[in-house]
Each structure stands twice: as structure tokens, then as C-alpha cells.
């Protein structure tokens, strides 16, 4: 295929801490989307596009988390936090070398990260995006990716939200920006085909 013909496949949040059933932040259909996750990051790798683990960290004292967050970081359980097994991505989607990891701490994987740049550097202006969770870090790098200029795809069945209606609500107001909402199956006939 053409430069311009390649996707990037953006993974988000698929760390033991959000991902995990019992986990400090665990997002309840997170661990469901795995094999799905996995299928997409498999025909990546197969078609030798790039993959971008976008993860979050933590300071410790949480001198860098939304301030929305501060409170449950520091009264309850610390989670994200460089070092940590939570703070890691799961063992079934651990990066393959030659796979990128963007580190961000805020919601959008483009805030305050090289994601954008990285991205123009490889030529790529389609991204597929799927990992946790809908109304946060999902939504926000999706309407970052459409404001920076992308053709963005949703991974519908490979993205999770804390219950199916929010999942639903979210893929609703995603799709009526432009964003094409696929399963992993549908994406991989359209972009073979």
C-alpha cells in the first residue's frame, strides 16, 4: 500500500490498573475487550503498520493529576504510578519492539505529548483508535485526532466503558462528528479491501 494508504493503531489505557477486575481504577469492560484489542494489534503487526501504546502515568504525590482525580489519588489508592505492576500494560498487549509508547497525563493522548509529531514524522494521517474508557481518554484523543487534521476510526468492539449505555452514548456522539465506528472485523475488510 501507499504512505498515505496507512493507519496507525492507537492503544489507550490498556494498563493493569484501569484494566484488571479489582484494579485501584478498573474499568468494568475493560479486561472483555483484550481479544479484541489483541485481533487489531495482530493484523497491525501483520500488515506492518505502526502501533502507538499511549499510557498514563502518575507521580506519586499526584502533583501531576487532573485535579478532578486528586482527591481519590491521594485519599484512596495511587494508581498509574511509574514503576508499578499496575502502572503496566497488560500482558496479553505488551508492546513488540518497534512499537511506540507515548506516556501522557492528561486524558487526550495528543495533550502534552510527541503523539502529533510522531505521527506526521511516519507520514500517517489515519488513525484507528481503541482501549479505556469511552467518556475520558477515548473520547478525548478521538476529538483531538479530528481537530489535528486525522482521519479517525473507532475500534468499537475493541473500546470499553464502565457500563454498555455510556458505550452507546459515546459511540452515538462520536460517529456524528464523522468518525467512522467499526468492529475490529469491519475495519480489517475495509482497510483489505
Known sequence: MEKEERYALIIVDMQNDFVLPGSPASVAGAYKTIPKIREALDMFRKLRWPVFHVIREYRADGSDIEITRLRGFREEK???V???KGSEI???LKPVPGEYR???NRFSGFMNTELDFMLRRLGIIQIAVCGTQYPNCIRTTIFDGVSHGYDVSLL???????TPEI????IRDIANIGVKCLTVAEFGKEVRG
Open 90 to 92: 497488560v500482558e496479553e
Open 167 to 170: 458505550a452507546e452514548a459515546n
Open 78 to 80: 495511587p494508581y498509574c
Open 156 to 162: 468499537t468492539d475493541a473500546t470499553s466503558a464502565q
Open 102 to 104: 507515548i506516556v501522557k
Open 82 to 84: 511509574p514503576g508499578t
